[in-house]
Nanobody, 119 residues
Framework: QVQLAESGGGLVQAGGSLRLSCAAS????????MGWFRQAPGKEREMIAV????????NYADSVQGRFTISRDNAKNTLYLQMNRLKLEDTAVYYC????????????WGQGTQVTVSS
């Protein structure tokens, strides 16, 4: 069955770094566009980074541009999110998701991993 399993979340001080991973199984990972989303308490879910199946020109939300880097290893069926210079407002549950390259709706979602940034 399809599974997306995020890991790497935790508690970090402002200015620090974390690297999230998303292990995929049960579908053809290498042929899917992958995205990272986050949802903070009381806020709507926000797409923060997306990368195509061929890793062409990743896109980022303005809120993380220049601080976060999305990458993928198709041989390992794993998606990554390197988060640097973390801010208090980055505190959220982070999710990875998969969609077909030519569709806009994400069809597979992980359970999420909590990232908490403290002052």
């Amino acid at each position: 069955q399809v599974q997306l399993a995020e890991s790497g979340g935790g508690l970090v001080q402002a200015g620090g770094s974390l690297r999230l991973s998303c292990a995929a199984s049960g579908f053809n990972f290498s042929r899917r566009t992958m995205g990272w989303f986050r949802q903070a308490p009381g806020k709507e879910r926000e797409m923060i980074a997306v990368i195509s199946s061929g890793s062409l020109t990743p896109n980022y939300a303005d809120s993380v541009q220049g601080r976060f880097t999305i990458s993928r290893d198709n041989a390992k069926n794993t998606l990554y999110l390197q988060m640097n210079r973390l801010k208090l407002e980055d505190t959220a549950v982070y999710y990875c998701a998969a969609r077909h390259n030519f569709k806009t709706e994400y069809e597979y979602w992980g359970q999420g991993t909590q990232v908490t940034v403290s002052s």
